[in-house]
């Protein structure tokens, strides 16, 4: 059973929290990793040790040999790839272990288990190199690293599939249909042959032949937080803002991509902002968070959003449930993996780190 936060840390002010939260980090100095996504709140931010994208921070929790415990401000998948990364003698903590992934819920082991076999019967699972994104759980994370496959995230999902073609003729790819799919229109690879695939039809909603055919097979998953933007938004503002400069997540849909000026991972749309011209008009599609961060951050510069899209889950990380982990490091809210998982999946995301 998972322990509640304590009432007082409720009644603890956002000023106090922040001092107390700085003197643990103080107190517990190397010991001490901090790691914040650029989705959480501002002040969470500016209190981590580092700030990144999914890869960014994938990196950053492998590169710390000497801290005992690394505090994940994102949510639980990412938690559960630090963990995975980690050394043995450390622990990874999450501030509030009810922060999930809609997306990474959208396929579990034994749908994307039962998928495969029936791939498998058509074409052969060896001419097929299983790709999970990031955003999954870390039983799928281990089913790539025990059937040759590997992790992407939105940084590098164009080289991953580069790399698994160099494998095999077909690639099968979850759980977010629309990074998949915006993927395989930057690799040039014809719409005929990417067909999705629906965990609740026979055959994934697929022909034998479909599946034969196919170079690439998407499952059918989304993120709800980049699904929001619609096509319809980037028409007003092309219409209101003919000069603004838009982009876009990829896991947003084809449609909008399409019609962006750029997509990339939040740590692209972070340098691009960086590196774009002082006076630019610059609107985005992202969780909201990062896109009032940027502004902030580059007031010479008109950022807005192309729609106010919130993630609930990364927002569950606060102030007082951090100062809670914090006072009781390495005793709360930790995340742990199977060690057979564990061993698995970090084929896997070793796979990913190494692919640029």
């Known amino acids: ?50 700030r990144g994208d999914s890869l960014g921070l994938s990196r950053d929790a492998a ?17 559960e790839s630090a963990e ?27 749908q994307v288990e039962s998928a495969w076999r029936e791939i498998d019967k058509v074409c052969g699972g060896e001419n ?57 229109n930057k690799k040039g690879i014809q719409k005929d042959k990417v067909i999705v695939w629906n965990p609740e039809e026979e055959m994934g909603g697929n022909t034998r032949k479909q599946i034969r055919d196919a170079d690439v097979i998407l499952w059918k998953g989304y993120c709800h937080v980049h699904t929001f933007f619609k096509l ?21 849909v084809e449609e909008v991509v399409d019609m962006a000026d750029a997509d990339g991972s ?8 960086q590196e774009a011209k002082s006076g630019s008009t610059i609107v985005i599609g992202t969780e909201i ?7 902030r951050e580059h007031p010479d510069k008109k950022i807005f959003e192309l729609a106010r899209s919130l993630c609930p889950n990364m927002y569950k990380i606060n102030l007082r449930n ?17 060690k057979q998982i564990k061993v698995e999946a970090k084929v896997a995301l070793e796979r990913m780190l190494e692919i640029i």
């Open 289 to 295: 968070n990062l896109v009032n961060r940027l502004a």
């Open 232 to 252: 319809v938004h980037v028409l007003e503002i092309r219409e209101k803002y003919p000069e603004a400069i838009i982009i876009v997540h990829p896991e947003c």
């Open 84 to 110: 995975i990364l980690s050394q043995p003698q450390q622990i990874v903590q999450l501030p509030d272990l009810t922060a999930g992934c809609p997306m990474a819920d959208m396929a579990d082991i034994f």
């Open 128 to 184: 097929v190199t299983p790709i999970t994104y990031v955003n999954s759980s870390a039983e799928l994370k281990a089913f790539c690293g025990r059937n040759d496959g590997v992790v992407c995230t939105s940084s590098n999902a164009g080289s991953v599939f580069d790399w698994g073609f160099e494998k095999t003729d077909k690639l099968f790819f979850f759980p977010d249909e629309h990074l998949g799919r915006n993927t395989a």
């Open 1 to 50: 059973m998972r322990p509640l936060m304590p009432d007082r840390y409720r009644q603890v002010s956002d000023h106090e929290s922040i001092e107390r939260i700085k003197a643990r980090k103080l107190e517990l100095g190397r010991r001490l990793v901090l790691l914040g996504h650029h989705y959480q709140r501002q002040e969470i931010v500016e209190l981590s040790d580092f």
């Open 322 to 338: 951090l100062l809670w982990t914090l006072d009781n490091i390495g005793e709360i809210n930790i995340v742990t993996v199977p």
């Open 266 to 273: 939040t740590g692209f749309i972070v340098q691009f902002v």
């Open 63 to 79: 590169k710390q040999k000497d801290a005992e415990f690394i505090v994940f401000c994102g949510v639980h998948f990412m938690a």
